[in-house]
């Protein structure tokens, strides 16, 4: 199975590259603005790219540069989205405050929820039932899907509450994680989640602009306005491995499934490949001409080339 792996930019651009080769061999123009997030369908047909106001979806399979499909309610930025996990609806969160879910067979938004705060960051908890933000007045909010209704809304800190910028659960659904502007991430044993986390840890002494969690469930990689990334095991959350060779913010990350490999971008206009393990860059993407912000890998479970 083909690897699949975009990277999009400030430039306007959402570039299609060869993993093993570091070649671009498909290019969209995204002439509404800057691209924001992608993510991949799970049957890997559509990539879905997050702009100011809007998501497009672009056949994954074609050169054809339009989208198939626009989702156009949003007022500001879309800072988040992502899909249930056999792609029969969407849901994408953006600056205007709102949470949205969308059924992918049908015209408009379905349900809405209003966080009253600009939404950072968004993901769908592994039990499908229920989304989790973060937003910018520092708070981490879950809405139960089937209740239609926020349960749960934690404060990581008293007094000054710095922007989440990123908020992800373990694939077993047993612990939360948030990162402020703060270089701060937050953990909590997810069915005790309604007061204190349980952990603070100071990973960065910047901006962390993201976060992701391995397929495996053994480690959590850390992006920052630092220049690095770094791999923390999840179980102690001792620091394993620091990754260094961007030159500017490192702004988005993605695990391979094996979780051998790690894909960052930064602002050094530039996507690297990284082997974990060893702690090194396996391969440079070049191409973007300004800051490249959001990065989509799916190798469809196949061992990732190492040519």
Same mark, same amino acid.
């Given at each position: 199975m083909a690897v699949l792996l975009v990277t999009g930019a400030y430039d306007r651009e959402i570039r299609f590259w060869e993993p093993s080769t570091g070649q671009c061999y498909r290019t969209i123009r995204y002439p509404d603005g800057q691209v924001n997030r992608l993510k991949f369908s799970p049957d890997r047909k559509?990539?879905?790219?997050? /702009?100011?106001?809007?998501?497009?979806?672009?056949?994954?399979?074609?050169?054809?540069?339009?989208? =198939?499909?626009?989702? #156009?309610?949003?007022?500001?930025?879309?800072?988040?989205? /992502?899909?249930?996990?056999?792609?029969?609806?969407?849901?994408?969160?953006?600056?205007?405050?709102? =949470?949205?879910?969308? #059924?992918?067979?049908?015209?408009?938004?379905?349900?809405?929820?209003?966080?009253?705060s600009a939404v950072n960051t968004v993901t769908l908890h592994p039990n499908q039932r229920e989304i989790i933000i973060g937003d910018q007045s520092g708070r981490v909010l879950v809405w139960d899907l089937n209740a239609n209704d926020c349960h749960r809304e934690l404060v990581p800190e008293e007094g000054d509450m710095p922007a989440i910028r990123s908020v992800v659960v373990t694939p077993d659904g047993s612990r939360m994680l948030a990162a402020n502007n703060k270089g701060k991430v937050f953990v909590w044993d997810y069915d005790h989640a309604a007061y204190t986390p349980h952990k603070l840890m100071i990973a960065h002494d910047t901006y962390i602009l993201n976060m992701a969690v391995s397929p495996d469930g053994q480690h959590l990689a850390t992006m920052s306005a630092d220049h690095t990334s770094k791999i923390w095991n999840i179980e102690d959350f001792s620091i394993e491995k620091v990754l260094t060779g961007h030159a500017r913010w490192v702004w988005d990350g993605a695990f391979s499934r094996d979780s051998k490999f790690i894909l960052t971008v930064s602002s050094d206009?530039?996507?690297?490949?990284?082997?974990?393990?060893?702690?090194?860059?396996?391969?440079?993407y070049n191409g973007h001409s300004k800051a490249v912000v959001c990065v989509a890998l799916d190798d469809g479970g196949s061992p990732f080339p190492q040519k």
């Open positions: 559509y990539l879905a790219a997050a /702009g100011h106001g809007h998501v497009r979806l672009f056949d994954v399979n074609s050169q054809n540069a339009s989208p =198939v499909l626009s989702f #156009d309610e949003h007022k500001q930025n879309v800072t988040g989205i /992502g899909f249930q996990r056999e792609g029969k609806w969407m849901y994408t969160a953006s600056e205007d405050g709102l =949470v949205k879910i969308w #059924d992918m067979r049908a015209k408009g938004a379905q349900k809405e929820y209003n966080a009253h206009l530039s996507a690297r490949l990284w082997n974990i393990e060893q702690g090194v860059t396996k391969r440079i």
